[in-house]
């Protein structure tokens, strides 16, 4: 950790000369800890940082890790803000073939999940990754068979240069990302085609229209925190889209049209005065989910 420190101090600040000496960087926490936060910041994001002082003065060591040896019998396991490294992860995961649910959240040393890995991982249904910036490579989602769900959110370097072959080919029952294009990059032809719920998350920007027309079996979308300023105007061609449902979206004030399937149409915690116009007889938005049977407008107390 105080090497990945010491190299990104080199990048951003090189007259800094901090080396990987305990005491040279403690010296620096105390007389610049502001420059500090934020150099561990643009290593390990802002979810991160708050435990990586801690472990930056070696207080937690990979030897701790290495002498714990997951259970052959685990089929569930979350994994969370550990300075855990990518060797000790991946012999965890070789000896656990048993999984059928794993949880990863803000591991700040994982750089990479390799087929080799994957291939024990054949009974795994569930795989979530959240907030793990260090994170570039993800190989071998088709050995995978077993694999129902998928979340891979806030890992901003990954980089998906997955073959036709390697990605999922099995139809899933939900996939989570908060960036769009990368569900094509993620699925074969037959798992895009097939996919049925997609959820996204913490998104900037839709960019959606060109990958939302190419799924024919979607039938719930659902988007949460999301910071766009509309939906995508193709939604009614969706053709088996059945429930949507937007939460957190407060940037949103109007709808498209909808596709004449739509049987289910959810609002929580949107803009106050979009969430009155969908109640409102006669309005455009109320006009647009007229046709849909179950309504739900939900304001929480905040």
């Known amino acids: 950790m105080r090497s990945l420190f010491n190299e990104r101090v080199s990048q951003i600040e090189p007259s800094l000369q901090i080396t990987v000496h305990s005491e040279e960087i403690h010296r620096f926490t105390q007389e610049q800890p502001e420059r500090f936060d934020e150099i561990l910041r643009s290593i390990f994001g802002s979810r991160c940082a708050s435990f990586a002082p801690r472990l930056i003065r070696g207080q937690i060591t990979e030897e701790d890790y290495s002498q714990f040896q997951c259970p052959a019998s685990l089929d569930f396991l979350f994994i969370s803000y550990c300075a855990i490294t990518d060797t000790v992860l991946h012999n ?10 794993l949880g990863i959240r803000c591991l700040p040393f994982l750089r990479a999940i390799p ?13 979530e990754i959240h907030d793990c910036v260090q994170l570039t490579c993800l190989q071998g989602l088709n050995y995978l068979t077993s694999l129902r769900d998928l979340t891979i959110v806030e890992c901003p370097n990954l980089i998906m240069t997955l073959e036709e072959v390697e990605k999922v080919q099995q139809c899933l029952d939900r996939i989570t990302v908060d960036d769009i294009p990368m569900v094509p990059q993620l699925l074969s032809r037959e798992g895009f085609s097939s996919l049925r719920m997609l959820c996204i998350e913490e998104s900037d920007e839709p960019r959606a229209e060109e990958i939302l027309q190419q799924f024919p079996s979607l039938r719930t979308l659902y988007f949460d925190w999301c910071k766009w300023s509309s939906l995508p105007e193709n939604l009614g061609t969706l053709p088996q889209l059945q429930k949507l449902t937007l939460r957190w979206c407060p940037n949103v004030r109007s709808l498209p049209t909808l596709p004449v399937s739509l049987q289910s149409f959810t609002l929580r915690d949107c803009d106050k005065s979009f969430m009155n116009s969908c109640q409102t007889a006669g309005d455009p938005n109320w006009q647009k989910i007229a046709h849909v049977r179950t309504k739900e407008f939900i304001q929480d107390d905040i």
């Open 115 to 127: 087929r080799e890995v994957m291939m024990s991982l054949s009974m795994l249904r569930t795989l």
């Open 92 to 101: 965890w995961w070789r000896r656990s073939a048993s999984l059928t649910w």
